[in-house]
């Protein structure tokens, strides 16, 4: 199995719709930067992030959801 090919990827944005919530509100609810937030709304450099337990903790309880909720592991596309 090559695991050189694999990466992360946050389903936010999916979360966000379907409880019907903006990634404004939730910057404000939980007191994080709306850029932090919208950086994990459309995945950007999820190969390079550092994403503090503070955060996803955060996330998860305010969304009712857990860490495998929010995160998935795919493959990159060659």
Avoid: G
Avoid at 49 to 77: G, N
Wanted: hydrophobic share 35%.
């Amino acid at each position: 199995m090559n695991i050189e090919n694999v990466m992360l990827n946050c389903r936010l944005k999916d979360i966000l719709h379907s409880k019907n919530l903006s990634a404004n509100k939730l910057s404000n609810d939980i007191d994080e930067r709306r850029t932090t937030i919208n950086d994990l709304v459309n995945n950007k450099e999820m190969e390079k992030r550092q994403i503090p337990a503070r955060l996803i903790a955060k996330l998860c309880a305010y969304l009712d959801i857990t860490p495998s909720d929010l995160f998935e592991v795919t493959r990159k596309d060659n």
